[in-house]
């Protein structure tokens, strides 16, 4: 059932000046629809506590959803946890060393990138967030 079992992950894309620029998105498992994306110079808990805000209005938190993640330092910490618990959804980490367990999120990236962003040089944040604007509508 969409909206009860989701994935969430970071990813990294080289920009040509010289900066990483990083992917926050939450996928559904049921529809495989991408709930958000957002990038971002740094992976922070600031991207972090926006992937979440930008995913709050879609959230029944009667549903008891569960959202789960690789373990990433991004998804251990307490604002990460608490922030979870607010919105009324269940946290769910990867077992240690079985990147299978994410492996939606992961096919998510490595299709984002492959389709989309592997053809374009892409100069900065904003042009990586107008990229990705763009492909997650078609998506």
Not at 41 to 50: E, G, M, Q, T, V
Not at 53 to 73: A, N, T, V, Y
Not at 120 to 135: D, H, M, P
Request: proline content about 4%; some cysteine; hydrophobic content about 35%.
């Amino acid at each position: 059932k969409p909206l009860t079992v989701m994935h969430t992950d970071i990813t990294q894309v080289a920009l040509t000046n010289g900066k990483w620029g990083y992917i926050s998105a939450v996928i559904d498992e049921a529809s495989k629809e991408a709930l958000t994306v957002l990038a971002s110079y740094s992976p922070n808990k600031a991207l972090i506590k926006k992937t979440l805000d930008k995913l709050e209005p879609r959230i029944d938190p009667e549903s008891k959803p569960i959202l789960h993640s690789d373990q990433g330092w991004q998804y251990q910490v307490s604002e990460y946890r608490d922030r979870l618990k607010d919105l009324g959804i269940v946290q769910s980490m990867s077992r240690k060393g079985n990147c299978h367990d994410n492996a939606p999120a992961e096919s998510f990236f490595s299709i984002l990138k492959r389709e989309c962003l592997k053809r374009y040089q892409i100069k900065n944040i904003t042009e990586l967030r107008a990229i990705l604007a763009s492909y997650i509508k078609w998506y």
